[in-house]
Each structure stands twice: as structure tokens, then as C-alpha cells.
């Protein structure tokens, strides 16, 4: 059984503990990551998208659905390096809605061929870095981040 902890003590150990978390803000903040917990989602009800970040970094892209976040089924998750690759996997997932994926222009419904948040022209780009390196449908995503990685190394 613990013991009680006499009131300096205690004192004692909740002045480093706030000391301890400002120099965890600090750090975070020279590190440009935030802190553990939800950082983006999307605006989806049926199947909502979120990122979470884990405290270091890195971030987990989720598509959840029912209530979140109370009581929720997770459909699909993928970790990320960095934050900001998770964000950008986040709104390709969330797709449709606002500007094109790669080269942030509105996109016009019935003008062309627009492809799940792609214009006609970018997702003709998508489609031949696909061809050429002869990528599954499934890869889809990960060619749109390489090219808008390297927009221009990849003709
Ligand atoms: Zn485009």
C-alpha cells in the first residue's frame, strides 16, 4: 500500500512536475510537434477523418466512424513520419472536398475528368507516375505525396 506523502513532499514534487511540463512546451514548441492528442479532421460525417499526434512527431491518420469520440469503429489507420505527411494523407483520404490535391486549384464539377480531389490534369500526372512505375490502384496515395513532395522530379 502507498504511504502518505507528507505535504512538503508533495509540494516538492508538483513544483517539478510543472517544471518538468514547461520544459516539454518548450521543447515541443523548438521541435515544431505538438503535443499528443488530435491535431485535423475533415469534415466527412459518414466517415469521418482524423489525426492524431503521438507527442514525437509522428501522427496516425484514422477514418472513423459512428460517435466519435465516445464510442467509435476505426475502418482504416495509417501511421506517419511526420506530422505533416499525416495531414496531407488526411485530407487525400477526405478527398472530394476544397482544392485539388497537387496543385491546389478549385476543382469544377463536369469540367473534365476529375478524380477523387485530383483535377483532370494532375490526375493525369498521378495516373502516369503510377503507369510507369507500374503501382496498384492501392498505391494511389502514395504517389500523390511523392508528387507533391517533389512536385518537380517526377514528369
Ligand atoms: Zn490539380
Redesign the pocket.
Known amino acids: 500500500m502507498k504511504r502518505r506523502m507528507s505535504n512538503p513532499v508533495r509540494k516538492h514534487y508538483l513544483a517539478e512536475l510543472r517544471a518538468l511540463e514547461s520544459r516539454i512546451r518548450k521543447l515541443r514548441k523548438a521541435l515544431g510537434i505538438s503535443p499528443p492528442g488530435l491535431i485535423w479532421s475533415g469534415n466527412a460525417p459518414d466517415a469521418l477523418i482524423i489525426v492524431t499526434a503521438d507527442g514525437y512527431g509522428a501522427a496516425t491518420v484514422q477514418q472513423v466512424e459512428d460517435n466519435y469520440p465516445v464510442d467509435y469503429t476505426i475502418r482504416r489507420a495509417q501511421k506517419c513520419r511526420t506530422e505533416a505527411e499525416a495531414c496531407a494523407l488526411a485530407e487525400i483520404w477526405d478527398g472530394g472536398e476544397g482544392p485539388?490535391l497537387?496543385?491546389n486549384?478549385e476543382l469544377i464539377s463536369g469540367n473534365g475528368d476529375n478524380w477523387d480531389g485530383?483535377?483532370p490534369?494532375?490526375a493525369d500526372r498521378v495516373n502516369a507516375y503510377m503507369n510507369k512505375r507500374k503501382l496498384a490502384d492501392s498505391a494511389r496515395d502514395k504517389a500523390i505525396l511523392q508528387l507533391q513532395k517533389h512536385p518537380q522530379n517526377h514528369k
Open positions: 485539388c497537387l496543385c486549384r485530383l483535377c490534369g494532375c
